[in-house]
């Protein structure tokens, strides 16, 4: 696991941040933890999303501009940031959205142990409830792929809905194959019988037609 500490330019450090972290790492139950030091630039979000870290650490006073720490917590990653109450105001909003967590200016070594351990079951939390928003949303798109499959064999078949679903389930099970792509095949090969509509000419179209050969016979003179 690894934590990053963010610092300003020449090493930048308010709140004494670095040592605390320090403090914290050494401690036994925290030896598979890694304190990385990073300082801020233009890359950070894009090292963030490559080296992945559990938690990023910095004081308020150093990022007076929010813009990358947005991209960080978009991420998923936990994200302390240190510093007195009115300068925690102005995260608030991101606090909302997103697995940030706040510390005083100063704090203790138990105080950023218990933020480190906020801010990492933030992340977690986050990415947990993307993956479920993901996965209902594949659920509801598949209902309605085989839903529509299931009115094309009613309508051509002349069968009620359980049979349809049943003949779709049947076919699943026959090719090993989730029945929503079983429905979708449905559907595509149902839109390649139907007629041509606007904007498709059909294979008959005037691009799909070869003109005629020129005559090789030379145009008659006066």
Known sequence: MRAWLLQGGQGEDPGGLR???RQWAERPANAAW???LQPLCPELPARAQAQRPEVVVFASALNPVRTWVEEILGLDIGVIVAGDDEQAEGYRELAERHPLIFASAKPTCDEIALAVRGARAAGHRQQHWKT???QLHQRLNDRIVIERAKGVLVQK???GEEE????LRVLSRRQRRQIRDIAQSLLDTQSLLLPPTNGYAGPESALDTPHPPESSEAPPTG
């Not at 349809?164 to 003949?167: E, I």
Request: charged share 40%; glycine share 6%.
């Open 34 to 36: 890694r304190l990385d």
């Open 19 to 21: 040592a605390v972290l």
């Open 157 to 159: 078949l002349g069968i």
């Open 132 to 134: 479920r928003v993901e």
């Open 164 to 167: 349809a679903y049943k003949r």
